[in-house]
């Protein structure tokens, strides 16, 4: 069974940092791009970065930049999302999402991912 887990979510102060994980199974990695999106209550689902197969490619969306570090170990099947900094405009849940990999590119939008997780709760308060 294909399946993607998050894991790593949890309540931080404004300046804290969380490490979040998502564990593929039943599936190789290696051959999907991965995209981590959030979504706020009241707000759409947004792309926070993404990283191709290989890991040769990533993304960011400017709101991150600076602050977050996507990376992947193919070998364990789990791609993480390093977010340091965080701010209170960062809560969501989070969701780690697979796309079958075509080249050395990732890809932003959530209508084009293949799979997804269940997603994991960021909350920022002071």
């Known amino acids: 069974q294909l399946q993607l887990v998050e894991s790593g979510g949890g309540l931080v102060q404004p300046g804290g940092s969380l490490r979040l994980s998502c564990a593929a199974s039943?599936?190789?990695?290696?051959?999907?791009?991965i995209g981590w999106f959030r979504q706020a209550p009241g707000k759409e689902r947004e792309s926070v970065s993404c990283?191709?197969?290989?890991?040769?490619?990533?993304h960011y969306a400017d709101s991150v930049k600076g602050r977050f570090t996507i990376s992947r170990d193919n070998a364990k099947s789990t791609v993480y999302l390093q977010m340091n900094s965080l701010k209170p405009e960062d809560i969501g849940v989070y969701y780690c999402?697979?796309?079958?990999?075509?080249?050395?590119?990732?890809?932003?939008?959530?209508?084009?991912?293949?799979?997804w997780g269940q997603g994991t709760q960021v909350t920022v308060v002071s």
């Open positions: 999402a697979a796309k079958r990999g075509s080249g050395n590119v990732c890809y932003t939008s959530h209508l084009l991912q293949d799979y």
């Open positions: 039943g599936f190789a990695l290696d051959y999907y791009d």
């Open positions: 990283i191709s197969r290989r890991g040769g490619m990533t």
